[in-house]
């Protein structure tokens, strides 16, 4: 077992793991990958496919911010939210920022995906990408806002946190399956990389990574889409998180064809 796991309980509600399981498995798409931001924390990799998106809402700035400086080479404005930092790390050109974190309700320094946008939209009815890192905060946040709204988003480069948690408690299932299920009829994932940092936990024989990056794409922008194997992860673009230790591998059950 790798110094960086841990054992945990058996899966909850198999038939609702399964659900997340079947969001989690990527999908080649036909489309190539391009890297935005650092070789390291803060760099994701999406499709190249950001021609017509008026703006990227970036909720959990912390001490990074080479994602947006990237989009904004590209003409792509960012708004971005940390009530943990008094402003971003980096100054990005046409950058909005406020202190506030994001969260499924508005109250006290923590204000809703729909309040922000509702705010701030600099092109109704244009679509806008989302890079979401806030802790495990994602699920609630993500479930609480209207379909209509998520529709808005081409592409979801998203941290999923806690997920050992999330196949084997309840609490920490529900509001997870309550996300997937707002996004699964519209989105697709496209590329999913563990956080090496973070570590994995044993259930039931399979390291499941703690923290995956994941990149969601919407159904619309895609034509025919084949499941990413084994053999092709980590992608060329990918970087370990921490050079100083060793690639966390997939689980199997997020690789390959259903079943």
Not at 94 to 106: N, T
Not at 147 to 154: G, Q
Not at 202 to 209: D, S
Request: aromatic residues 6%; charged residues 30%; proline residues 9%.
């Amino acid at each position: 077992m790798p110094a960086s796991s841990t054992k945990d309980r058996t899966l909850h509600a198999p038939e609702q793991v399964a659900v997340i399981d079947r969001f989690l498995r990527p999908q080649a798409v036909g489309m190539p990958l391009i890297r935005l931001g650092d070789f390291g924390d803060g760099g994701y990799l999406v499709p190249e496919d950001l021609r017509g998106i008026a703006a990227c809402y970036s909720p959990g700035v912390s001490e990074q911010a080479t994602f947006e400086m990237d989009l904004a080479k590209r003409g792509i404005r960012s708004f971005m939210a940390d009530a943990s930092v008094e402003k971003p790390p980096l100054d990005v050109p046409g950058a909005d920022f406020v202190p506030k974190f994001l969260g499924p309700r508005d109250e006290g320094d923590t204000m809703s995906l729909l309040r922000w946008v509702e705010d701030t939209d600099p092109a109704p009815g244009e679509d806008l990408i989302l890079q979401m890192d806030i802790e495990g905060a994602e699920y609630a946040t993500l479930a609480a806002a209207p379909r209509e709204l998520l529709r808005r988003f081409r592409m979801i480069v998203i941290e999923w946190h806690h997920l050992p948690s999330v196949l084997t408690k309840p609490r920490f299932q529900n509001p997870a399956l309550a996300a997937v299920e707002k996004l699964k009829d519209d989105f697709v994932t496209v590329h999913l990389h563990a956080n090496n940092v973070s570590g994995s936990v044993e259930i039931e024989g399979e390291e499941i990574p703690r923290v995956v990056e994941a990149t969601l794409l919407r159904r619309d922008r895609i034509g025919e889409m084949r499941p990413v194997e084994a053999k092709e992860l980590p992608h060329p673009l990918d970087c370990r998180h921490n050079p100083r230790r060793p690639w966390l591998s997939l689980p199997q059950r997020w690789l390959g064809a259903d079943g």
